[in-house]
Nanobody, 115 residues
């Protein structure tokens, strides 16, 4: 089992920045990849950024150049630095861990970007 707790969401003006954190606990040594997803009202959940234990990162086209995923699997914390935020980035952001063939989810954190 892996438990995930996100923090760092909030309200920010367009053009601003936020940093989300995701702390993993439990059988963290089984985690292969950690991902950030978001879901806006009335929209499907989409993957925003992904980082593997090997350090490989991937981003959704909508956030490339603005968001950066980083972290330390040994320290069990992953971050999502979000810069140049836009109102379209408003969503609930959730941390996901893929570990031992299973997906684990955090509770989510709200990010609201005002215009």
């Amino acid at each position: 089992q892996v438990q995930l707790v996100e923090s760092g969401g909030g309200l920010v003006q367009a053009g601003g920045s936020l940093r989300l954190s995701c702390v993993a606990s439990g059988r963290v040594f089984t985690i292969y990849a950690m991902r950030w997803y978001r879901q806006a009202p009335g929209e499907q959940r989409e993957m925003v950024a992904r980082m593997t234990r090997d350090g490989v990162t991937n981003y959704a086209d909508a956030v490339k150049g603005r968001f950066t995923i980083s972290g330390d699997f040994a320290g069990s914390t992953v971050y999502l630095q979000m810069n140049s935020l836009k109102p379209d980035d408003t969503a609930v952001y959730s941390c996901n861990a893929f570990a031992a063939g299973q997906d684990y989810w955090g509770q989510g954190t709200q990010v609201t970007v005002s215009s």
